[in-house]
């Protein structure tokens, strides 16, 4: 068992989950988080004047997959989220020892 998370741009949840929708997964939770990566912050035009904000919105996607079928999920996640412009997300597979009901 893997836990897979995956940390996607808001606009690109949906579409994200619409492709696990048929994926091999034992379970997915969906979290709306802040973060940043190698951007580090951005500039939003707000009322005239520029903010500077450290934290990005963004969405949390963790599932739980079977080992074998890891690579198929993550490939599904990346068809999905990849949008070849910095700021895409992040992807994490991380043992998981079981999944009980």
């Known amino acids: 068992m893997k836990q897979v998370i995956a940390i996607v741009k808001p606009y690109l949840a949906e579409k994200v989950l619409e492709a696990l929708k048929r994926a091999p997964m034992e379970a997915c939770s969906v979290h709306e988080v802040k973060g940043f990566g190698r951007q ?6 707000y009322s005239n004047s520029e903010y500077a904000l450290s934290f990005l919105p963004k969405v949390e996607i963790t599932v739980w997959v079977d ?15 990849r949008t070849g412009r910095i700021g895409d997300g992040k992807i ?4 998981g020892e079981s ?3």
């Open 40 to 45: 580090k912050s951005y500039l939003e035009d």
């Open 92 to 95: 994490f597979v991380m043992p």
């Open 67 to 81: 080992t074998t079928r890891v690579e198929e999920v993550v490939s599904k996640m990346v068809a999905a989220a």
């Open 99 to 101: 999944c009980l009901p």
